[in-house]
């Protein structure tokens, strides 16, 4: 199972920090993932990390404002967003995969999905 939250409301401008707690397994040989939906679009991708925590992965709109990192002693993720602008509203969700299936950046590939947490980035 996984936990994401950290989620809220914020100006634009500012910070925020996402958690993704894993639980019931480890996650050491697999993608970990984030991504978002905002209302009426589809589910993006944000990022990606390796268990190991050596291969990161990002989408072009979100390099240089966002981080993704890990804490494998706490079978967590995070995802660090700066600079947020009121287009980064959305439902972000975490995920995680088997490495070795399929790429990162697709979501279809992706067994396991957190509730979401949402984030309001207001003007």
């Known amino acids: 199972q996984l936990q994401a939250y950290g989620g809220g409301l914020v100006q634009a401008g500012g910070s925020l920090r996402l958690s993704c707690a894993a639980s019931g397994r480890t996650f050491s040989r697999s993608h970990m993932g984030w991504f978002r939906q905002a209302a009426g679009k589809e589910r993006e991708f944000i990022a990606a990390i390796t268990g190991s925590g050596g291969i990161t992965y990002y989408a072009d709109f979100v390099k240089g404002r966002f981080t993704i990192d890990i804490d494998n002693a706490k079978n967590t993720w995070f995802l660090r967003m700066n600079s947020l602008k009121p287009e980064d509203t959305a439902v972000y969700y975490c995920?995680?995969?088997?490495?070795?299936?399929?790429?990162?950046?697709?979501?279809?590939?992706?067994?396991?999905w957190g509730q979401g947490t949402l984030v309001t980035v207001s003007s």
């Open positions: 995920a995680a995969k088997s490495y070795y299936r399929g790429s990162a950046f697709d979501s279809a590939t992706y067994d396991f």
